[in-house]
């Protein structure tokens, strides 16, 4: 089994900044592609930021130049530095992981809980 665990939400004003954290545990073989995801109120989930296993990057246009996803390997944990932040940015983020379990060895797709971020105005 396997848990991802988010910490780092909270209320910031428009201008500051946040970093999101995600720690994967439990029966790991190889985590791939890991990133973040958020859901703003009446809204469909969204791609903010993923990072595959050989760091190369993807971002949605609105966060672009002011959010950055990195990975520590060793802690198989995923970040997400937000800085700028805006109201349009206040949502739930969700981390995303594509693991490859132990036992049995097969790939699977995991989710945090969710974090909220409220940037206010």
């Known amino acids: 089994q396997v848990q991802l665990v988010e910490s780092g939400g909270g209320l910031v004003q428009a201008g500051g900044s946040l970093r999101l954290s995600c720690a994967a545990s439990?029966?790991?073989?190889?985590?791939?592609?890991m990133g973040w995801y958020r859901q703003a109120p009446g809204k469909q989930r969204e791609l903010v930021a993923t990072?595959?296993?050989?760091?190369?990057?993807n971002y949605a246009d609105s966060v672009k130049g002011r959010f950055t996803i990195s990975r520590d390997n060793a802690k198989n944990t995923v970040y997400l530095q937000m800085n700028s932040l805006k109201p349009e940015d206040t949502a739930v983020y969700y981390c995303?992981?594509?693991?490859?379990?132990?036992?049995?060895?097969?790939?699977?797709?995991?989710w945090g809980q969710g974090t909220q971020v409220t940037v206010s105005s």
């Open positions: 439990g029966s790991i073989f190889r985590i791939n592609a």
């Open positions: 990072m595959t296993s050989g760091s190369n990057t």
């Open positions: 995303n992981a594509d693991i490859t379990t132990v036992v049995p060895q097969r790939t699977y797709d995991y």
